[in-house]
């Protein structure tokens, strides 16, 4: 069922989606080689409660840690472990914070050091995706327009959509309904309204859209090993357009 939230909603949702962002700030700075992933996540987790928030992820399904940190051909739900970040990769860091009963989520992908021209590539479009989708949310449209600008603008830049991984509503859950996935048809799915709260969250993979998961039963990569990125922001849908929860403004 997809709920409609309050002004009163909205404004702790907004508050848990800048925890969310200020918990990315904190840890941009930590992110160069040699620095562990769980070393990550135990920086965010000590972060995110020093903001009167838990972490979102921690016991989600039993999910071990605080944070998901997946790496090149890790597409999303890496599990933070003693793997030391090297010069050229890229990592997709995804966080969500719960204040109050109420979540933020947002994942965001960075270069390690130095990295190629084709990560940085996959990066800019990845990240430029979410945009696209992003300027389908508002009043009347539906969650396919999401979806289907998503999915055209990865197209027309040669990346593959990863199709069984989508977007989702945002509230007392961290997953809640609608889906949103980064690819459909135009004028398809539910009708976007006022109060809605959605995660937009492209990955995209600079090679073939198939993905398999790992024997940690989390871990979900790229099945020819090519590099992925994930970007995404939780929004609350206005009388006009949206307003990001997980951004600076929030």
Known sequence: MITIKSDREIELLSIAGHIVYETHQYLKKYIKPGITTLELDRLAE???????ATPSFKGYDGFPKSICTSVNEEVVHGIPSNYKLKDGDIISIDIGACYKGYHGDSAWSYAVGNISDDKKYLLKHTEEAL?????????????????????????????????ELVGHGVGTNVHEDPDVPNFGDKGTGPRIKKGMVLAIEPMLNL????????????TIETEDYSPSAHF????????????ILTGSDA
């Open 207 to 218: 090679g073939s859209p198939n993905i398999v998961m790992l024997d940690d039963n989390w």
């Open 46 to 52: 000590e972060f995110i409660k020093s903001k009167n």
């Open 131 to 163: 945009f696209k989708g992003l300027n389908e949310v508002k009043p009347g449209n539906r969650i396919g327009d999401i979806s289907y600008a998503i999915e055209n603008y990865a197209l027309e830049h040669g990346l593959g959509v990863v199709k």
């Open 232 to 243: 995404e922001h939780t929004v609350a849908v206005t009388d006009d357009g949206y307003k």
